[in-house]
Each structure stands twice: as C-alpha cells, then as structure tokens.
C-alpha cells in the first residue's frame, strides 16, 4: 500500500518574520512623525501669519479712511494704559482684571471689534473671559503659551505667564504701541502712515512674546541684565510672527544678539529699538506730542 506523503505547508508569519514586520514599521513611524509634526507646525505658522497679516489690513483700511491718515484706531482708554498693546485694537475677553466685560477693555470698547464683527454681535453671552471658540483671528495657532515666566525679567501676571495670551488678554497678539514716559511717541502708535519712515521694515503688530524679547535680549535697549533667548509659539528658538506696517508678515529672528549693536545710542534722549528682523521705533522721523495725534 502506497502512502502519499506532503510537507506540510506554510501558514502566515513565523514568529522572526513578524518582528522584523513590526521593526521596519516602527522605523517608518519614527522618521515619519517628526515630518508630520513639522508640517504640522509650519502650517500653523502660516495661519498665525495670515491672521497678522488680516490685523494689519485692517489698520490700513482705517488709515485710508481717516483724515489724519492714523494707522488703525486709537482706543479710547489707550492713554491711561501707555505701551500695553494687547488690548487696544481687538480681540475677546480676558481674565486679566481689565480686559473683561464691564471692564476698560471691554470687547464691545475695541475699535477692531467694531470693524470686524461689527457693532452688537459681541456680548457676554456669546462668549467667556478666555473662551477659545470665538474671535479666532486674534488667536495664534502655535503653541501659544503667553509670557515666558521667570527668569526673562520684568514684572508678569501669573495669568500672563501661566496661560495663553489669548486667554488673559482676549488675543495673542499684541500692538506695537510703545510710548515714552514724558509724553512724546516714539513708535508707531497714533502716527499717519506717512510718518512712519520705513514701514515695510517697522512692525505694527506681533505675537505677543516677541514683546518680551526687548527684557531679554542682549543688547536691547531695555536689557535688564539676565540674558534669556526666548522661542515664539511656532517651535523655533528666537523667532517670532510679526506684522508690518506696510501690510505683509513675516517671521524675524528676535533672538539673542539679534538687535542692532548701536541700540543704546540715541536720538534726541531716546532710545533706538531696532535689529535684524525690523524695527519698533519711527526714528528718525520728528518725535512729537500726544496732543498732535
């Protein structure tokens, strides 16, 4: 009697195979998510440059429209808060002490508001203080984390530091609205388009920790001697979103070393602010009085 006899056959992965299956998949996902997570990253960048870039098209709508040519309104409580530039053009509420409803910065008191939304549509029913569902141009899509904390000196509110802008403050960016402290401007806050001498090198508005780079960054001219590089909300060391005067954005390196080497000299006592990536200052255009804006 013949018996057949047959090998048996395979059947699915030996135990080897399958490992080095799931090896070259795990190398697959390790070179992959960086690039995932980078183009993630730059996209974000982009959509915060938009928005920027939006803010500043708004001003310069304004300008157009107004007789003194003022790049973007004015807000009416912007005197007795000089150089606070988060508050004054738009944005939602924040659980900063003035930045809610009822209080000086108000939403439904932000002339960009009243431009953007238009005049009735803000109210505290439709948002919170530090709601993230609404007012999305004024909201960076980085990782928007406020203030850096301590040790990068100067005197922050926790809730600046401890949370994002856009949650403190309603927006996270911020005007370029530095002022000095004997009344006379010296940035482009209040001034006609015309007065700003070199407005595709000035900045209008900004993330709002690019900011802070001026108590940070040796050799700026507020350095308060603790020398801290700080990263912008877009995962690079130094550089920072920023809107220009003449209506585009860009990122600028604002990192260490980054301002101009003659940044303490000045013009007429004051202190140039200036460096590689722009500049926050209108010198040497005339410096002259609040009562002229």
């Not at 090896?23 to 995932?36: C, G, K, M, N, Y």
């Not at 960016?173 to 004997?182: A, F, G, K, P, S």
């Not at 350095?223 to 585009?248: A, I, M, Q």
Request: aromatic share 12%.
């Amino acid at each position: 009697m013949e018996i057949n006899q047959r090998r048996p056959g395979r059947s699915g992965f030996t135990l080897i195979e399958l490992l080095v299956v799931i090896a070259i998949i795990a190398v697959l996902i390790s070179v992959l998510l960086p690039a995932l997570a980078n183009a993630r990253a730059e996209g974000n960048r982009l959509k915060c440059l938009a928005n920027l870039r939006s803010i500043v098209q708004v001003a310069q709508t304004y300008a157009n429209d107004d007789p003194r040519g003022v790049l973007g309104p004015i807000h009416q409580n912007a005197q007795g808060f000089a150089g606070e530039g988060y508050a004054e053009y738009g944005g939602g509420a924040g659980l900063m002490p003035f930045t809610g409803w009822g209080d000086e910065f108000d939403p439904n008191t932000r002339p960009f508001n009243k431009i953007m939304y238009g005049i009735g549509d803000i109210n505290s029913a439709t948002t919170d203080a530090g709601d993230f569902g609404s007012f999305k141009e004024y909201q960076c899509a980085g990782e928007e984390l406020g203030y850096q904390p301590p040790p990068a000196p100067g005197n922050f509110d926790p809730l600046e530091t401890g949370k994002p802008y856009f949650a403190a403050n309603g927006t996270a960016y911020r005007m370029n609205n530095l002022t000095t402290t004997n009344g006379k401007i010296w940035g482009i806050y209040g001034r006609p388009v015309s007065r700003i001498p070199d407005s595709a090198a000035t900045v209008g508005w900004m993330e709002s920790r690019a900011f802070q780079t001026m108590l940070s960054n040796e050799p700026s001219p507020f350095f308060l001697g603790t020398e801290v590089e700080l990263t912008g909300y877009h995962r690079k060391l130094g550089f920072f979103n920023l809107g220009y005067c003449d209506g585009h954005a860009a990122s600028g390196d604002m990192g260490i070393g980054s301002y101009h080497d003659d940044a303490g000299s000045t013009f007429e006592g004051q202190v140039y602010i200036r460096g590689s990536w722009g500049r926050m200052d209108c010198l040497p255009d005339e410096i002259y009085d609040d009562t002229d804006i």
